[in-house]
């Protein structure tokens, strides 16, 4: 990297932090930013290869599973379900899973501190965030990375709607992180935007992975650049009318891709992280269940999506309250995905002690 990347590397970060780090600081606990420096890599492709089949001679890298969270209803039912199936296949074969940490941006604990480890961070001031609640992730993630001991060499970031469906092997390599590529992230579509936040001088737009934060393994040490950097260029963006109306909800996802691509650290693209129902049928090889789209579907089995269906499973239905144990199953002819993501919600409500409290 040459001395121009170095300099806008810096400046875009510390111009965004002249404007809001002052207010954090003020509002919390201080902590210091770190900053990547130059790297030897370079990459304009990202490869997206075939899962790891046999690690079992290998010496385990352990990854940390981090959740941020606020304390909603609607994340906490979906928190206590996450780390329920956690726990069932932390300690199975080819697991690679470590600690677990629910980081809750509320500012306060709650009644599950006891249940779920949890580290309680400060939400972003007032007004901040702009309406934009996502805005406070990216700020949690600084706050305990700063100040947390974390033993194990690897994060992985997670959200409260993925259910864990097999032992999670650290898919990390090589000094890449290992993420899920996300169809609506297209860096290419948005140069234009893009090129305010990631200029010409710092690579070519391919450069920024169509990912998220999440699911995303990376080193702890490549966290702890790209966290505070990824900070302000989310609200970087949110401040930027351009930026903000082309990303809408997935704006602090693109922060991510963008503030990765600035510190040099480059994912491989695994479609088999996770898959989505309903438009993903199958389990396969995924390790995890994302339950972010609703799950409609008539008596015959025929999906309906957009349209309320004769059964249906959609988280939104609980964004105030707690979903009732045993919920009825889908019809027969719904997807595999489908019959096991609920089947795997009420094996998980029914043994959580004091469900819908």
């Not at 699911?215 to 351009?242: G, Y």
Request: overall charge neutral; charged content about 20%; some cysteine.
């Amino acid at each position: 990297m040459g001395w121009g990347k170095i300099f806008f590397t810096v400046v875009i970060t510390l111009s965004a932090a002249l404007i809001t780090y002052n207010i954090l600081i003020s509002a919390n606990a201080s902590f210091k930013q770190e900053f990547s420096g130059p790297s030897t890599k370079t990459f304009s492709q990202d490869p997206i290869i075939k899962m790891p089949l046999n690690r079992s001679k290998t010496k385990k890298r352990l990854f940390h599973t981090a959740v941020t969270s606020s304390d909603s209803v609607y994340n906490t039912w979906q928190s206590r379900i996450m780390y329920y199936w956690f726990n069932k296949y932390k300690n199975e074969p080819n697991s690679e899973m470590g600690g677990f940490t629910r980081i809750l941006h509320s500012g306060k604990p709650d009644n599950f501190m006891d249940e779920i480890p949890t580290f309680v961070a400060q939400p972003l001031p007032s007004g901040m965030d702009q309406g934009y609640i996502v805005l406070n992730r990216p700020w949690a993630f600084v706050q305990w990375l700063q100040q947390a001991q974390i033993e194990e060499d690897y994060i992985l970031m997670a959200e409260p709607d993925h259910v864990i469906v097999k032992p999670i092997p650290n898919l990390s390599k090589d000094g890449f992180g290992a993420a899920f590529p996300f169809f609506y992230i297209e860096p290419k579509k948005y140069e234009s935007v893009l090129r305010k936040f990631f200029p010409q001088e710092n690579g070519p737009i391919t450069d920024i992975d169509p990912i998220g934060n999440s699911p995303v393994i990376v080193s702890k040490e490549a966290l702890k650049k790209i966290a505070p950097t990824w900070m302000n260029v989310s609200l970087a963006m949110k401040k930027d009318p351009e930026a903000d109306k082309a990303f809408g909800w997935v704006l602090e996802m693109y922060a991510y891709a963008v503030s990765s691509a600035l510190h040099n650290v480059g994912n491989v693209l695994h479609k088999e992280f996770m898959i989505q129902p309903p438009w993903d049928t199958e389990i396969g090889k995924a390790f995890i269940i994302h339950y972010t789209y609703g799950c409609d579907y008539d008596m015959k089995g025929k999906m309906t999506y957009g349209k309320i269906g004769e059964w249906r499973f959609d988280k939104r239905s609980y964004s105030d309250k707690w979903p009732p144990r045993n919920l009825s199953l889908p019809p027969p002819g719904v997807p595999e995905s489908v019959v096991t993501l609920v089947k795997m919600v009420n094996e998980a409500t029914a043994n959580i002690p004091n469900w819908g409290s």
